[in-house]
């Protein structure tokens, strides 16, 4: 679906690449709380996944509205991050301060959800860092690959030039 909206085969490997900082906060959270991986934890993983990845979406997206307005790519990064930053920073917060109540486990059997909310929580924080820093180099590395391959597919492509002899 990533690929079919970016019309990009590498783009969609930008945005996954900040799932892996989420997944780390994660289970750091549950680390530090003393909570076990368990099913509840494992949905907030999922939940967390789609909260990041429209995090990294929102990003990669308007760095290339800006790209097709005809801005240079590292001036379009620049001018993405400050603007995008608060969509992002709403979007976390928002997630963040509804599941406080549920990390701290506060009430009859909340007990039983509170790695969910953990997980989600403390994985928020860690991705949103890494959306905001992480997705904007990932994008420049793999334009410059991209741009890579288009120049060795040129070298190939052209016939060598022999000169004609009489």
């Given amino acids: 679906i990533l690929a079919a909206q970016f019309e990009s085969l590498i783009h969609p490997f930008t945005i996954i690449f900040s ?8 289970l750091l959270g549950l680390w530090i709380t003393g909570y ?13 996944v ?13 760095i290339n509205k800006r790209r097709e307005m005809g801005e240079e790519r590292e001036e379009a990064i620049k001018q993405a991050g400050p603007i995008r930053l608060r969509p992002i920073i709403m979007t976390t917060l928002t997630t963040l301060f509804g599941l406080i109540p549920l990390s701290l486990a506060i009430g009859e059997g909340a007990e039983l959800m509170a790695p969910m909310g953990i997980v989600v929580v403390f994985g928020l924080m860690l991705s949103t860092v890494s959306t905001l820093i992480l997705v904007p180099v990932i994008y420049t590395l793999n334009e410059d ?22």
Avoid: W
């Fill in 145 to 166: 690959l991209k741009n890579f391959f288009k120049k060795l597919g040129k070298k190939k492509s052209t016939p060598p030039t022999t000169p004609v002899s009489m």
């Fill in 36 to 48: 076990a991986l368990s099913v509840p934890a494992f949905i907030g993983m999922i939940l967390l």
């Fill in 50 to 62: 789609g909260i990041v990845v429209s995090n990294a979406i929102v990003l990669v997206d308007y």
């Fill in 19 to 26: 799932l892996p900082m989420g997944f780390s906060g994660g």
